[in-house]
C-alpha cells in the first residue's frame, strides 16, 4: 500500500488575453500617465512610464498568452483589473465555484465520491476572503462530511498541501480532496511593465489516498523548505484599512533578477539533496515539473539538477504549460502533471516541485504505478 495521487483535476476560464493585447492596454495606459502628469515628470517628481511589447514579454518570460475571469476590464487603461460583481452571502464564492469544477473532475478521474473523502484542503496564494474558509464552502457544496481548511505558502501551495494530504492520510483520512484556485487577475498589477504579463487565472485539483490498486503517483518523499525573503511580496491585508494605506498600492511586487539568482541554485540544491537522499539519479528521473513562473528559470534548475548536455538534448524532461497558461501560482505544477502524466511509464520517477514567495520550496519524489 503507498500512499498516491490518483487523480487530477482542471478548469480556466474561457477569455484570453495575448501578449499582444496586453501590450496595447499598457502602451495605452503608459501614454496617458506620461501625458497627464507631464510637468511632474519634467519636473522629476515623477518617473515616466515605459511601454512595452509582445516580443520582450516572451524573450524575458516564455509567456504567450494567459486565461483570465474577465478581459474587458484588464484591457481597459482606465481601470486595468477585471470587472466582477459581487456575490451575496448566499451565492457560492467565485473561489468555491471554480475549486468544485476542478474537483469533480478530479474525483471522477479518480473514481471517488463525496462520500470517500475526509479532507479538503485549499492551497493558494490568494483567498478571497479571510474567513470562512473558502475549502469549508467548497466542502460542503460537493457534500464531503470531514473537515476542510485554507492554506497559503504562495507559489509553493500546491506542494506544501501534498505533505499536508500525504501526513492526513497517513494518519487516518481515507482521501484527501487538495484544491488550488488561483484568481490572479485580482492581484497583478497591469500599470507595471515588469510584472502586468506575468500572471494567468485558472483552478486546479488532486485525490490523494493510500491504495495499491489505483493508478496514480505515489509519493516516495517530501521535502519544505523556508527562507525569508523581501524578493517576492504583495503587502494587501486587513490592516490596511486601519494604516489607511493605499489598498490599490497593494498589489504583486518582486525584484525578478534577485529571485532569478537566489531561487535557481536553492531548488536545484534541493531536488539534487532529495534525490541523493533516495538513492536515484537525475538521469532515473522522466519529468520534472516546476513551478510554471518563467522557462528561462526551469531550464536553468534543469541544467543544474542532470546536466547541461543532458538538458539540451531533452528538454520535455521539464514540461512547460506557462506559454499557455503564464505563471498560475501554486496551480503550475499541478497542470504541468495534469498535461503530462501519461509521459511518464509504470516504475518511473517524477519530481514536483514549486517555489516562490517566501522565499518557500516544496519539493515532492513520486514514482508512477499502473494497475
Same mark, same amino acid.
Given at each position: 500500500?503507498?500512499?498516491?495521487?490518483?487523480?487530477?483535476?482542471?478548469?480556466?476560464?474561457?477569455?484570453?488575453?495575448?501578449?499582444?493585447?496586453?501590450?496595447?492596454?499598457? /502602451?495605452?495606459?503608459?501614454?496617458?500617465?506620461? %501625458?497627464?502628469?507631464?510637468?511632474?515628470?519634467?519636473?522629476?517628481?515623477?518617473?515616466?512610464?515605459?511601454?512595452?511589447?509582445? @516580443?520582450?514579454?516572451?524573450?524575458?518570460?516564455? =509567456?504567450?498568452?494567459?486565461?483570465?475571469?474577465?478581459?474587458?476590464?484588464?484591457?481597459?487603461?482606465?481601470?486595468?483589473?477585471?470587472? &466582477?460583481?459581487?456575490? %451575496?452571502?448566499?451565492?457560492?464564492?467565485?473561489?468555491?465555484?471554480?475549486?468544485?469544477?476542478?474537483?469533480?473532475?478530479?474525483?471522477?478521474?479518480?473514481?471517488?465520491?463525496?462520500?470517500?473523502?475526509?479532507?479538503?484542503? +485549499?492551497?493558494? %496564494?490568494?483567498?478571497?476572503?479571510?474567513?470562512?474558509? =473558502?475549502?469549508?464552502?467548497?466542502?460542503?457544496?460537493?457534500?464531503?462530511?470531514?473537515?476542510?481548511?485554507?492554506?497559503?505558502?504562495?507559489?509553493?501551495?500546491?506542494?506544501?498541501?501534498?505533505?499536508?494530504?500525504?501526513?492526513?492520510? $497517513?494518519? #487516518?483520512?481515507?482521501?484527501?480532496?487538495?484544491?488550488?484556485?488561483?484568481?490572479?487577475?485580482?492581484?497583478?498589477?497591469?500599470?507595471?511593465?515588469?510584472?502586468?504579463?506575468?500572471? #494567468?487565472?485558472?483552478?486546479?485539483?488532486?485525490?490523494? @489516498?493510500?491504495?495499491?490498486?489505483?493508478? #496514480?503517483?505515489?509519493?516516495?518523499?517530501?521535502?519544505?523548505?523556508?527562507?525569508?525573503?523581501?524578493?517576492?511580496?504583495? /503587502?494587501?491585508?486587513?490592516? /490596511?484599512?486601519?494604516?489607511?494605506?493605499?489598498?490599490?498600492?497593494?498589489?504583486?511586487?518582486?525584484?525578478?533578477?534577485?529571485?532569478? $539568482?537566489?531561487?535557481?541554485?536553492?531548488?536545484?540544491?534541493?531536488?539534487?539533496?532529495?534525490?541523493?537522499?533516495?538513492?536515484?539519479?537525475? %538521469?532515473?528521473?522522466?519529468?520534472?515539473?516546476?513551478?510554471?513562473?518563467?522557462?528561462?528559470?526551469?531550464? +536553468?534548475?534543469?541544467?543544474? =539538477?542532470?546536466? $547541461?548536455?543532458?538538458?539540451?538534448?531533452?528538454?520535455?524532461?521539464?514540461?512547460?504549460? &506557462?506559454?499557455?497558461?503564464?505563471?498560475?501560482?501554486?496551480?503550475?505544477?499541478?497542470?504541468?502533471?495534469?498535461?503530462?502524466?501519461?509521459?511518464?511509464?509504470?516504475? @518511473?520517477?517524477?519530481?514536483?516541485?514549486?517555489?516562490?514567495?517566501?522565499?518557500?520550496?516544496?519539493?515532492?519524489?513520486?514514482?508512477?504505478?499502473?494497475?
Amino acid at each position: 500500500m503507498g500512499i498516491r495521487i490518483t487523480g487530477t483535476g482542471l478548469f480556466h476560464p474561457q477569455e484570453v488575453i495575448t501578449n499582444e493585447e496586453l501590450v496595447e492596454s499598457l /502602451n495605452a495606459y503608459v501614454e496617458l500617465f506620461n %501625458s497627464e502628469n507631464a510637468e511632474k515628470i519634467e519636473a522629476g517628481e515623477l518617473t515616466a512610464r515605459r511601454g512595452s511589447s509582445a @516580443e520582450f514579454i516572451e524573450k524575458a518570460s516564455g =509567456v504567450q498568452q494567459r486565461y483570465v475571469i474577465e478581459k474587458s476590464g484588464v484591457l481597459n487603461p482606465e481601470r486595468l483589473r477585471p470587472y &466582477l460583481k459581487e456575490r %451575496s452571502n448566499d451565492e457560492l464564492s467565485i473561489q468555491a465555484e471554480w475549486g468544485v469544477i476542478a474537483a469533480k473532475q478530479a474525483m471522477e478521474n479518480a473514481g471517488v465520491t463525496a462520500e470517500d473523502i475526509d479532507v479538503v484542503i +485549499l492551497a493558494c %496564494s490568494n483567498m478571497q476572503r479571510a474567513y470562512p474558509a =473558502v475549502a469549508i464552502e467548497i466542502q460542503t457544496a460537493l457534500g464531503i462530511q470531514g473537515y476542510a481548511y485554507d492554506m497559503n505558502v504562495a507559489c509553493s501551495a500546491a506542494t506544501f498541501g501534498l505533505k499536508q494530504a500525504y501526513d492526513a492520510v $497517513k494518519t #487516518g483520512a481515507r482521501r484527501v480532496l487538495l484544491v488550488n484556485v488561483e484568481i490572479t487577475s485580482g492581484h497583478t498589477d497591469y500599470r507595471s511593465r515588469d510584472c502586468h504579463f506575468i500572471f #494567468g487565472d485558472v483552478a486546479t485539483a488532486s485525490i490523494i @489516498e493510500e491504495t495499491d490498486s489505483k493508478t #496514480g503517483f505515489e509519493i516516495v518523499d517530501t521535502h519544505l523548505f523556508t527562507q525569508f525573503s523581501n524578493n517576492i511580496r504583495n /503587502n494587501f491585508g486587513f490592516l /490596511n484599512r486601519s494604516e489607511d494605506a493605499i489598498i490599490d498600492d497593494k498589489l504583486f511586487r518582486q525584484d525578478g533578477r534577485k529571485v532569478f $539568482k537566489e531561487v535557481c541554485p536553492l531548488v536545484a540544491k534541493i531536488i539534487t539533496t532529495q534525490l541523493e537522499k533516495n538513492g536515484i539519479q537525475p %538521469s532515473n528521473v522522466k519529468r520534472f515539473w516546476l513551478h510554471q513562473a518563467n522557462a528561462s528559470m526551469n531550464e +536553468l534548475i534543469l541544467k543544474l =539538477v542532470v546536466g $547541461k548536455q543532458i538538458a539540451e538534448a531533452d528538454p520535455a524532461l521539464v514540461p512547460i504549460i &506557462l506559454n499557455e497558461f503564464a505563471n498560475t501560482s501554486s496551480a503550475g505544477v499541478i497542470i504541468a502533471l495534469h498535461r503530462t502524466a501519461d509521459q511518464v511509464n509504470d516504475g @518511473e520517477y517524477g519530481v514536483l516541485c514549486s517555489f516562490g514567495a517566501g522565499y518557500s520550496v516544496g519539493s515532492i519524489l513520486v514514482q508512477k504505478y499502473v494497475v
